[in-house]
């Protein structure tokens, strides 16, 4: 078969790849060491991606040199903090193409945006309003946290809530979709690439649909944000939700993109400091856009840090991360299926794929086999990766899952294979 | 931690499948999907039978067949000790290294000594314990169920 690549042959100089070596030496994490001395070979940049040097000196000058509250201070460093904040917020907006600042609004992950929409909806008045009369829909390979705040809304109000299916071979079935999404959808939302399957999902057929229809698009773009140039107004939607941790920023930042107008006219969530106007005793207004919906005091830091974040990904280039990874899934389809009993769950084709591999190693339980790669320094995520119903949809109790990410290697995908084969003896 | 003996109890299991029995119960773990269906069959205060069928990690496979092996035959207070006794080793973070009385009371089950220093593991180790033990109370009602604990602490 040509294009096979035997065990121990030296990976093939695949097109496209990025400099690792020097991406490499950003990731002070990626020299350590782990069980006695084994290098690490970090294949879980999915559930949450490591962080450059540049991000972590980010913020640790954050606190060192310029941190107060933000807004409305009149010394030194409210005002750094606050141009800092702001500065964080300008560098988004740019990064996914926004057409105004106003229109990013910090969370603390893409849980809370997506939660945020879903209550934002379901106390809006009309002709956005949520209710017994109305369909949300969604799709079967979301994250929990792209179906769970949908079904609190549906409880909470009476609408419906459906779901486009899948395919047997990891794509969203649109073959319905006209029963799917009709009249009575009010809002859509979907995921732009799994989290499970590494499938990425066709946006125009279904914002077409939905625009058909006057529903309202949400999109999941947490594991599209950190490896493919995004826009958001290329995308169509009203509201993109992504994670800063996944995209070589800190925990505890999140983004909610949405459309100017529908900002303006929704009603807040959370109430507190920083979304006011004005309060008396017996009612508020409330700050416009994008302070409405960041009661409180915001992740400064935080967000600081995924300016930093975004700033570094943005001096590589989307379009050249998304080269190396496509190269890298290439290659890692390639050699993995050369795995005896390994069985790829998504697209077997790199064709409109992301860089997560998910798989099963015979009826090897998912458990073990990440327990043994982890013995050999291999760190990987097993289980359902808070995406239940997918493994529902393909009978499997869960899965062994790789992903990689800018600094990832064709060295570590070898590592991977051999890896595979050893659990394969262990357990045989 | 994936000790020999731990090996071949996962490859060839003690035990396995669904007999008759006076209750069961379907335990799940869910941060990863282990699965048991057990059943328990008492013939006056002994064990008669564990019978189980379920899927999982060779962690939880293993300590149903051992669960098994060990309590088959067994009157219900000593039974009830040798549970307790491997929740004990299972929740110790590594810290009990197994003496040789304890060694007597768990026999093969002390083999999972070392999955004890692995919280994730922990839940698939005790999944068919608990299924048990739950199971057992079932069957037995609560009033034999505290007769036996109180039987078991007196002696
Ligand atoms: C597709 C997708 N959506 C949402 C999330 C949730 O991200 P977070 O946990 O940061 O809110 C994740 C990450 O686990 C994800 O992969």
Redesign the interface.
């Known amino acids: 078969m040509s294009g096979e690549v035997l065990p121990g042959e030296a990976p093939a100089v695949l097109p496209g790849l990025l400099d690792t070596e020097a991406i490499r030496k950003d990731f002070p994490i990626l020299d350590r060491t782990v069980h006695d001395g084994r290098k690490l070979i970090y294949l879980d940049s999915a559930a949450s991606s490591q962080k450059p040097r540049q991000v972590l000196d980010t913020l640790q000058s954050y606190y060192e040199r310029h941190h107060a509250n933000v807004h409305r201070g009149v010394h030194v460093l409210a005002e750094e903090a606050t141009a800092l904040y702001e500065a964080a917020r300008d560098k988004v907006a740019a990064f996914v193409n926004a057409p105004s600042r106003d229109e990013v609004v910090f969370t603390k992950n893409a849980s809370e945006s997506l939660n945020l929409v879903a209550n934002m909806l379901g106390w809006a008045d009309e002709p956005y309003r949520v209710d017994a009369s109305t369909e949300i829909v969604i799709t079967e390979m979301e994250h929990h946290s792209n179906i769970v705040p949908w079904q609190l809304l549906a409880q909470r109000t009476g609408a419906t809530l459906k779901w486009f299916g899948l395919t047997d071979d990891g794509r969203l079935d649109l073959s319905d979709i006209e029963q799917v999404i009709t009249e009575h959808t009010k809002v859509v939302s979907f995921v732009l690439v799994s989290n499970v399957l590494g499938t990425v999902n066709p946006v125009e057929a279904i914002v077409r649909r939905a625009q058909e229809v006057g529903a309202l698009v949400v999109i999941d773009a947490s594991q599209a944000a950190p490896h493919m140039p995004l826009d958001v107004q290329a995308l169509q939607a009203d509201f993109v939700a992504f994670t800063g941790h996944k995209m070589c920023g800190p925990t505890g930042i999140g983004v909610l993109w949405g459309r100017q107008e529908l900002l303006e006219d929704l009603p807040p969530f959370l109430g507190g400091g920083e979304m006011i106007e004005t309060v008396t005793m017996h009612s508020s207004t409330y700050a416009p856009a994008p302070h409405k919906f960041e009661a409180g005091t915001p992740p400064i830091a935080q967000a600081v840090g995924l300016g930093a974040a975004v700033d570094y990904l943005s001096g590589i280039g989307m379009d050249r991360i998304a080269a190396h990874e496509h190269a890298i899934t290439e290659y890692a389809l390639r050699r993995l299926s050369a795995v005896p009993d390994l069985r790829i769950v998504g697209p077997v084709s790199a064709a409109d794929r992301g860089a997560t591999l998910s798989f099963t190693l015979g009826d090897?339980?998912?458990?073990?086999v990440g327990?043994?790669l982890d013995e050999q320094g291999i760190a990987v995520r097993?289980?359902?990766h808070c995406a239940r119903p997918v493994?529902l949809r393909y009978g499997i109790?869960?899965t062994t899952r790789a992903s990689f990410y800018l600094y990832s290697t064709p060295a570590e995908v070898d590592a991977l294979a051999e890896g595979l084969e050893y659990v394969r003896g262990?357990?045989a | 931690m994936y000790q020999d003996v731990i090996l071949d109890h996962y490859k060839h299991p003690h035990g396995r499948g669904l007999r008759s029995g006076d209750a069961e119960v379907h335990h799940v773990n869910p941060t990863c999907g282990d699965e048991i269906t057990l059943r328990v069959r008492y013939e006056g205060g002994t064990v008669a039978d564990v019978s189980y069928e379920g899927q999982g990690c060779s962690i939880s496979q293993a300590s149903a067949s051992v669960l098994n092996e060990l309590l088959v035959g067994k009157d219900l207070g000593e039974a009830l000790g040798i549970q307790a006794t491997f929740l004990e080793l299972m929740q110790s973070k590594g810290r009990i290294t197994p003496d040789e009385q304890m060694e007597e009371v768990l026999e093969d089950a002390v083999a999972f000594a070392g999955v004890s220093k692995y919280p994730a593991r922990v839940k698939c180790a005790l999944l068919s314990w608990m299924a048990w033990k739950d199971a057992t109370a079932k069957a037995l009602g609560e009033a034999a169920w505290e007769a036996a604990g109180q039987e078991r602490r007196t002696a």
């Open positions: 090897i339980h998912p458990h073990d327990q043994v097993v289980g359902h493994c109790p869960a262990f357990f």
